[in-house]
């Protein structure tokens, strides 16, 4: 059997924790498998390299920042292999250089396009145990690209995929996937299954828990994902296709802070204009996500969108340079803003979901600036002092009351 381990930040935050790893990881080895383990950087690295680097230069080139970042999985990937000789078990740590993991050019948000096999096939054909740093990738320029945050997750996918490794684990500091983050819903509950089309949702709707695009490959290529702590035993999480599983109404909930709300005032009011502004956006690879039109009068419109908050000055630069162009009297802008998203298959033939999630959130006082929605979710914007009391407050309105 072949098996990918993926262990995050936090279970290799220190040498304990790094020797506890090990012993998870040559458990396996000792029973005769194939084992490939990716690792992430230790504790807070990446946050600390950032910092760093801001300190140098606020302005820094993404090209200098993934030479910088994908420093910190190098770090774990050869200290685990030393813990693991320590042991007196083989081991081998391999970046993505050595392995070839191949991604498109964009520094710092880049895809995997190909992946090689050959190295890791005969590191583990000499019964070595394989570490591989998680996050990075090589471009066609040979220079080293990340994945975007949390992308350690979408390495290990990546792996499974390419080896058609029999389990595929993700490792991290809680017990599996919630129905909100346990460390803001203490009555969150953990799911034994979820379908990768909600878990999808979850994820890029701002449960950090699993890398988005580690759910859309896991999917893509029918890996089945269990996510459960490295500090226990228990069963954790399974992300797979839908089977006969029990469609809950709602899910999960997710809440997502990293996010800024642009309005372009005052717009004449006329087909093209709002093609014009998004198609602006979009070339200059801004996504746009919650969108609102304000109805005409005067001959005039308002358009209010939420852009992640990362792009949020760039996109009110190119607004700006298009201003004339796009007919924009006024740009207004608010950061302090959140989404707050519930989650949940059962939705598509259950009417009044969306009715209860503002039920919940009029009764804690919470006020709604936006609204959207799909299939499966409900996406609502709130003011950001107020998203951990509306994310109490909609995930005990629909969990709890099940
Ligand atoms: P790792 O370093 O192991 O990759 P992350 O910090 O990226 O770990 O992800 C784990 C964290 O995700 C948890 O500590 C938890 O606070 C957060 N989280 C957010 N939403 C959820 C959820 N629905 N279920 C479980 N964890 C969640
Ligand atoms: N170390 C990277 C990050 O902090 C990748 C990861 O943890 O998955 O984003
Ligand atoms: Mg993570």
Redesign the pocket.
């Known amino acids: 059997m072949l098996v990918v381990k993926k ?5 290799v935050a220190d040498r304990d924790k790094i020797f506890n790893v090990a012993r998870r990881c040559i458990e396996d080895y000792k029973a005769g498998h194939d084992v490939v383990v990716v690792l ?1 950087a230790m504790g807070n690295t990446t946050d600390d390299l950032i910092e760093l680097a801001q300190g140098i230069n606020p302005h820094a080139k993404q090209r200098e920042m993934d030479m910088l970042l994908t420093t910190g999985e190098q770090v774990s990937v050869s200290l685990m292999a030393m813990a693991m000789q320590a042991m007196d078990v083989p081991a081998v740590s391999l970046n993505a250089f050595q392995v070839m993991m191949y991604s498109t050019s964009r520094y710092g948000n880049a895809r995997f396009k190909r992946v090689d096999t050959e190295r890791i096939h005969h590191e583990l054909d000499s019964r070595k145990i394989v570490i591989v740093t998680g996050f990075q990738g090589v471009n066609k320029y040979d220079d080293i690209t990340t994945l975007g945050r ?1 992308g ?2 979408t390495t290990a996918v990546a792996l499974a995929a390419v080896l058609h490794a029999d389990k595929c684990e993700i ?4 017990d ?8 803001v819903v203490k009555n ?1 509950r953990k799911l034994d299954v979820i379908t990768y089309d909600e878990m999808l949702e ?1 994820a890029s709707l ?4 699993l890398h988005n695009r580690s759910v859309e490959m896991a999917k893509k290529y029918n890996v089945e994902l269990v996510v459960r702590s490295s500090l226990n035993r228990s069963e954790g999480t399974t992300v797979k296709e839908a089977s006969n599983m029990e469609k809950l109404l709602v899910t ?1 909930v ?1 809440a997502d802070a990293n996010t800024a709300r642009i309005s372009v005032i005052g717009v004449e009011d006329k087909p093209g204009i709002a093609f014009r502004i998004f198609d602006t956006l979009a070339k200059n690879n801004i996504n746009v996500d919650i969108i609102l039109q304000s109805v005409g009068r005067d001959g005039t419109k308002d358009i209010s969108f939420t852009v992640a908050s990362g792009d949020l000055e760039y996109a009110l630069k190119i607004l700006e340079d298009h201003k004339e162009r796009l007919t924009i009297r006024e740009i207004t802008h608010n950061e302090e803003v959140a989404k707050l998203s519930v989650i949940g298959a059962g939705m598509m033939s259950n009417p009044g979901v969306a009715a209860r999630m503002f039920e919940s959130l009029y009764n804690s006082r919470v006020n709604i600036n936006m609204i959207s929605t799909s299939e499966i979710r409900i996406t609502v914007l709130v003011a950001e002092k107020d998203i951990d009391k509306a994310m109490n407050a909609v995930h005990d309105g629909f969990i709890m009351s099940e």
């Open positions: 262990f995050g930040g936090s279970s992430s949390g350690s997750d490792y991290t500091d809680v599996g996937v919630y129905t909100a983050d346990p460390r969150a979850l701002g449960a950090k828990v999960g997710a």
